[in-house]
């Protein structure tokens, strides 16, 4: 293939529509099959649909194969930096406060709060990992409620179920608001209208997520015992979302939904307790011993990761940051030799591959300084330090070689447009386009494993078709990410680092075991939300900002 060739991507190359939307399913079907039917190792069933995925953008839809040659580097690249990179230091943080004693005091101190586990997944899982997806994102609060629920005692596959459920409300808002952000740059509608919007549809979803996560942990039994904190935290936090997605914008919508919901979940439960105590994994209640450290000393390690992060997304921080260390390369042979074309988009334009590479703004790096700092400032030398590090990146280096694979099969059905006919085939759903606009949104995510390559992938065909249908563009762009945070759970990308943070035991479960134990409650989720946006799209057309 010459260097300067051009491909536009084909839709329907295989018997129409819905005949291309069977055959570009095979590669997910696959993986899933592998993972949850033949409980393969998630390496080998991630080669298998690769290889799959290759193939049909090939063979199928005509894709040159150095083009999808260059999109499995690229993939690859992007999950080691910067997703690997957030999982490893996140992982690097876990064992650095493990190591300093940290964590049997966070557990203590938990404990005195209260010694219920349902209550202590829903401080962690829900209020706390809401405020870290606000500042991190890219699997960061995942792999930091999975570690710190199983220092609290946790088993592994109830705390990798735990953190997956709990990331799901606050992910349309993450990582300082990028999700709308960039929505608001493909579609070209105005960012505070798709904010406000998206505080409008998830906020009813988000006040069911607690109750949800209870349940899913202890059944309908231990929910009814403690459904009174469930509606405190999900009311508050739905409460906060809407606020400030309407009345501010969406930056800090996760950051102040988070921690507001925790401060007033925590005041809540000085007055409030349930009658019957669950302790984590059954086991006897004790008494909490004296606390070894501080209580400022036990949360050094969290406080410092969230202080660097929060500084590093600072405006002109930032702007310092990526004068200086900020780095990007354009993927030769596949930037802007990709052609998308109508209707997935109004009109022919090619895809940008641009690999960029943020060595101190990466929120990967803000974790792994936060470790560095907190370990010294508790007593660890650099030797130490240093040694912790190796063994961690020897522990996790087989689930970042996954998390690569995971990401080049993701950015192979991008490029060869296989994943636009799956979203081609939900559009065509005609009058039901409000209820599956937002699994179409699901679909882009548990894709790519992230609301905002989802916004990116198929924002603007939300757009063009609701002007199609004489639905409000808006709404049902504003969908696509709401709908979207329910895939987040079971995306190739999540899974993994939720089967890496609980990992290292023998009871430790694989990245099959964590996906089976999370997709039916990623898909209630979802369908919950169908519900939602319908409704509002058949019977309250007003909802929408500026109606």
């Known amino acids: 293939m010459a260097p300067d060739t051009v491909w536009m991507q084909r839709y329907t190359p295989w018997g129409g529509l819905w005949g291309s939307a069977l055959v570009a399913a095979v590669p997910l079907v696959l993986l899933l099959v592998w993972l949850g039917v033949f409980r393969a190792r998630a390496m080998r069933a991630a080669l298998v649909a690769l290889v799959m995925a290759v193939g049909l953008a090939v063979g199928v839809y005509g894709m040159p194969a150095r083009m999808a040659g260059m999109a499995v580097l690229y993939g690859g690249a992007f999950g080691l930096f910067p997703i690997g990179w957030v999982v490893l230091h996140a992982m690097f943080l ?7 004693g940290g964590f049997d005091d966070l557990q203590r101190r938990l404990a005195g709060i209260s010694a219920d586990r349902r209550i202590q997944a829903l401080l962690v899982a829900f209020c706390f990992g809401a405020f870290v997806e606000g500042l991190a994102g890219f699997g960061a609060p995942v792999a930091v409620t999975g570690a710190l629920m199983i220092g609290l005692g946790f088993r592994p596959l109830e705390a990798a179920k735990l953190a997956l459920i709990g990331n799901t409300a606050p992910v349309a808002f993450g990582s300082v608001g990028i999700p709308i952000v960039t929505l608001s740059r493909v579609t070209g509608l105005d960012e505070l209208a798709l904010s406000a919007m998206v505080g409008r549809q998830l906020p009813w979803v988000a006040m069911v997520v607690p109750f949800w ?23 508050t936090f739905a409460v906060l979302q809407f606020v400030v997605s309407n009345y501010h914008g969406p930056w800090l919508v996760d950051i102040v939904a988070g ?3 925790l401060c007033v979940t925590l005041m809540w439960l000085r007055v409030w307790s349930p009658r019957r105590i669950e302790p984590v994994n059954g086991g006897r209640l004790r008494e909490p011993a004296a606390p070894r450290l501080s209580t400022a000393r036990a949360v050094l390690p969290w406080g410092c990761f969230a202080v660097l992060v929060a500084v590093t997304t600072l405006g002109p921080v930032r702007s310092v940051l990526d004068a200086f260390v900020s780095f990007e390369w354009t993927v030769p042979g596949l930037h802007e030799r990709v052609v998308r074309v109508p209707p997935a988009v109004a009109e022919a334009h090619p895809e940008p591959a641009v690999y960029r590479l943020n060595l101190l703004s990466a929120s990967g790096t803000a974790v792994g300084l936060a470790a560095v700092l907190s370990g010294w400032a508790l007593g660890l030398g ?36 296989s994943d636009t006919t799956l979203g081609l085939a939900l559009a065509a759903s005609g009058p039901w386009f409000s209820f599956f606009s937002p699994l179409l949104g699901w679909l882009g995510v548990a894709l790519t494993g992230s609301d905002t390559s989802s916004n990116v992938l198929f924002g603007h065909l939300q757009k063009v078709t609701a002007e199609q249908l004489g639905l409000s563009p808006v709404m049902m762009a504003a969908a696509n990410s709401a709908g979207g945070v329910m ?3 079971i995306d190739a990308q999540s899974i993994v680092v939720a089967s890496v943070a609980t ?7 694989d990245v099959g075991r964590v996906l089976r134990a999370v997709f039916l409650h990623s898909v209630g989720l979802a369908l919950l939300m169908a519900v939602v946006v319908w409704v509002q799209a058949r019977w309250f057309p007003g909802v929408v900002p500026g109606s």
Not at 94 to 100: F, I, K, Q, W
Not at 503 to 509: A, L, N, Q, V, W
């Open 382 to 417: 650099p030797r130490r330090l240093f040694r912790l590090y190796v063994e961690t990146l020897l522990r996790v280096r087989a689930s970042l070689a996954t998390i690569a694979v995971m990401l080049a099969l993701a950015f192979v059905t991008r490029y060869s447009g």
């Open 259 to 261: 921690l507001g919901s």
């Open 503 to 509: 990992g290292g035991r023998p009871d430790s479960p």
């Open 94 to 100: 876990y064992r650095v406060s493990l190591e300093t």
């Open 487 to 489: 895939g987040k759970m």
């Open 213 to 235: 996560l209870v349940g899913a942990q202890a059944g309908w039994r231990g929910l009814r015992e403690v459904w009174p904190v469930c509606a405190v935290s999900g009311g």
